[in-house]
């Protein structure tokens, strides 16, 4: 099967792993309805959050990843906070959310430094100084204690579904 687009290896990527504290920060998070600036710890101290990293609303990744979260609908099932980050305006989320017809809020960071704070930035060939976050995601505890990681190593990968499944199951 001939791929549309090429597959692309990352290069290395320096994030926290599993026991470590994930970064704290303060950026605009979206809903369907309006958007104000919140802190991630706010958002830990009522549970569980599962911070989802994408590359920008629209493009193809995107849109499979928060499909997939849609359908398997694991804040339903699991007291977890799911939660997305990407460059895209609030603007772009607003927008995102309604066609994706979405239940999740999403972090607006278009400077892309939360990225580079869980060291996971992209810098996009041939873009001088553009940058995007690489798909990954972190499951994040009430005391900001990173419980279980995955960051992509090529582009297009997406998260191992399953296995963050089985996380949040306590397996």
């Keep these: 099967m001939e791929l549309d687009f090429d597959v692309v290896d990352l290069d290395e990527s320096n994030h926290p792993d599993a026991g470590a504290q994930a970064p704290d920060f303060v950026r605009p998070l979206v809903n369907d309805e309006y958007w104000e600036d919140v802190a991630l710890s706010e958002l830990t101290a009522d549970g569980p959050v599962l911070l989802v990293f994408y590359t920008m609303d629209g493009d193809f ?8 979260l849609r359908d398997r609908a694991w804040d339903d099932d699991f007291d977890v906070t799911i939660v997305g980050l990407s460059i895209s305006s609030p603007y772009e989320h607003k ?3 309604d066609e994706r017809e979405m239940p999740y809020r999403l972090f607006s ?5 939360v990225a580079e704070e869980y060291g996971i930035v992209n810098d996009l060939d041939g ?6 976050p690489r798909p990954a995601v972190f499951l994040i505890d009430e005391e900001r204690t990173i419980q279980y990681t995955w960051v992509a190593q090529e582009w297009p ?10 996380e949040l199951t306590g397996r």
């Design 61 to 68: 990744p995107a849109t499979y990843i928060w499909n997939e």
């Design 95 to 97: 927008t995102f959310i």
């Design 109 to 113: 960071d278009p400077q892309n430094g």
């Design 127 to 132: 873009m001088a100084g553009i940058s995007e």
């Design 157 to 166: 990968e997406f998260p191992e579904y399953d296995e963050i499944e089985d």
